[in-house]
């Protein structure tokens, strides 16, 4: 049996809804939105109303410093998970991850750098082709 290679869209929506659910079952959180990006060997991913329930009421009450602390630890732990869950959505390694967030707009964005493009098909045709950037 012959397994057909993603395109570019059905690898980004996966990776996006996979995301999602990955912040849902491990901090009890529903992110609104999961946008990714497949740029080549990187993706761009941007997560829309990222802070958590308790984060969001210190940062009501004017304690942005201890959120922000709070926001980098549960970055950390959840890291591992993420890059594993990305590495095996596109099916390459994971070089470096690197992550920042903004208390104002509750937004989390994200460069993921791949060691090799991953592979993907045409939208047109079943041909393997090199990623290309991304046309969204």
């Known amino acids: 049996m012959t397994t057909t290679l993603p395109t570019r869209g059905q690898l980004e929506r996966s990776l996006s809804q996979q995301i999602q659910a990955l912040y849902r079952s491990q901090l009890g959180h529903r992110v609104s939105e999961v946008d990714c990006a497949l740029l080549e060997t990187k993706i761009a991913i941007v997560l829309e109303q990222s802070l958590t329930q308790p984060e969001q009421l210190l940062a009501e009450q004017g304690k942005d410093e201890l959120v922000n602390?709070?926001?980098?630890?549960?970055?950390?732990?959840?890291r591992p998970q993420l890059?594993?869950?990305?590495?095996?959505?596109?099916?390459?390694?994971?070089?470096?991850?690197l992550s920042d967030s903004t208390?104002?707009?509750?937004?989390?964005?994200?460069?993921?750098m791949l060691a090799e493009a991953p592979q993907i098909r045409d939208a047109a045709s079943r041909a393997t082709a090199?990623?290309?950037?991304?046309?969204?």
């Open 69 to 78: 602390e709070l926001h980098t630890e549960l970055d950390a732990a959840i």
């Open 83 to 97: 890059k594993e869950l990305i590495e095996a959505v596109v099916g390459v390694p994971v070089i470096d991850l």
């Open 103 to 112: 208390l104002k707009t509750a937004r989390t964005g994200m460069i993921v």
């Open 130 to 136: 090199p990623t290309q950037a991304s046309t969204k």
